[in-house]
């Protein structure tokens, strides 16, 4: 089992940054598949970003590429998403999710292991 708790949420004007973390802890997941999602009030939770297991591939939607970026620190257990030129569309609680199956995917399905979310909050 692994449990995944993020931080780094908040309140941010149009433009600014903020950084996600998802730590992991009960084992290391340094081999899992791991993912951002986010979900806005009213709607369905929304796929962000996915990083392999071993790092050597990273996918992102189309409404974050350029702005977001994955990382992570198998040191600490940790991933990130640094999140830049934010928008009031980026408004939603995001999610981190893992899973030591799933090669990559950006269906929330497909992940076992979630975080509780944490909220990101852009005014215009």
């Known amino acids: 089992q692994v449990q995944l708790a993020e931080s780094g949420g908040g309140l941010v004007q149009a433009g600014g940054s903020l950084r996600l973390s998802c730590a992991a802890s009960?084992?290391?997941?340094?081999?899992?598949?791991r993912a951002w999602f986010r979900q806005a009030p009213g709607k369905e939770r929304e796929f962000v970003a996915y990083?392999?297991?071993?790092?050597?591939?990273?996918y992102y939607a189309d409404s974050v590429k350029g702005r977001f970026t994955m990382s992570r620190d198998n040191a600490k257990n940790t991933m990130y998403l640094q999140m830049n030129s934010l928008k009031p569309e980026d408004t939603a609680v995001y999610y981190c999710?893992?899973?030591?199956?799933?090669?990559?995917?950006?269906?929330?399905?497909?992940?076992?292991?979630w975080g509780q979310g944490t909220q990101v909050t852009v005014s215009s």
């Open positions: 999710a893992a899973d030591s199956r799933t090669v990559v995917s950006d269906r929330p399905t497909d992940y076992d292991y």
């Open positions: 009960g084992r290391t997941f340094s081999t899992y598949t």
């Open positions: 990083m392999s297991g071993h790092g050597s591939r990273e």
